[in-house]
Antibody
Framework: QVQLVQSGAEVKKPGSSVKVSCKASGGTFSSYAISWVRQAPGQGLEWMGRIIPILGIANYAQKFQGRVTITADKSTSTAYMELSSLRSEDTAVYYC???????????WGQGTLVTVSS | DIQMTQSPSSLSASVGDRVTITCRASQGISNYLAWYQQKPGKVPKLLIYAASTLQSGVPSRFSGSGSGTDFTLTISSLQPEDVATYYCQKYNSALLTFGGGTKVEIK
């Protein structure tokens, strides 16, 4: 069955960067879109961007343009989300999710808590 | 960018009640609309995609409708296990956007 396993919790200083990984198993990694979604404490879901590994093209929400980079390593079936210039408002649980053009985000990772604190 | 607006932001209903949540897109998105359920402390779960197609394993009391700019999620008979926050998401383009969420509680 499909599984998305994310890297562990991170504590970062303001101004630094964080890179979260999402390793997929089951299914054909390259053919699906991997989205990154975050959820700040007590807040709603916020879509950050996505990548389609077979195309190598990433799209980003305008809010995160210039600060987020989403990549994928087809050889290890792993997607990455790197967020730079971290500030306290970036403290959130970050999720990866797999979907297609027709069925979005049907599988989700377990989430990675990123805490930004001085 | 297309904005997604959900209403209400929260609701309280009795077990067995019919519950309706609406989602409005600022521009037409055809039927590229999904609904998710997120229970407290849990990972979001896809309920409905293509506006009205039930994801495998989702109880039939959940249904979705709509096209263009106006969509609804209906729970025909609210159950205690349906306590959650529900989100809509548009996916008609490479930019996916969530609605603000609707928190459903039991009265």
């Amino acid at each position: 069955q499909v599984q998305l396993v994310q890297s562990g919790a991170e504590v970062k200083k303001p101004g630094s960067s964080v890179k979260v990984s999402c390793k997929a198993s089951g299914g054909t990694f390259s053919s699906y879109a991997i989205s990154w979604v975050r959820q700040a404490p007590g807040q709603g879901l916020e879509w950050m961007g996505r990548i389609i590994p077979i195309l190598g093209i990433a799209n980003y929400a305008q809010k995160f343009q210039g600060r987020v980079t989403i990549t994928a390593d087809k050889s290890t079936s792993t997607a990455y989300m790197e967020l730079s210039s971290l500030r306290s408002e970036d403290t959130a649980v970050y999720y990866c999710a797999r979907g297609t053009q027709l069925v979005p985000s049907s599988y989700w990772g377990q989430g990675t808590l990123v805490t930004v604190s001085s | 960018d297309i904005q997604m607006t959900q209403s209400p932001s929260s609701l309280s209903a009795s077990v067995g009640d019919r519950v309706t949540i609406t989602c409005r897109a600022s521009q037409g998105i055809s039927n590229y609309l999904a609904w998710y359920q997120q229970k407290p402390g849990k990972v979001p779960k896809l309920l409905i995609y293509a506006a009205s197609t039930l994801q495998s394993g989702v109880p039939s009391r959940f249904s979705g409708s709509g096209s263009g700019t106006d969509f609804t999620l209906t729970i025909s008979s609210l159950q205690p296990e349906d306590v959650a926050t529900y989100y809509c998401q548009k996916y008609n383009s490479a930019l996916l956007t969530f609605g603000g969420g609707t928190k459903v509680e039991i009265k």
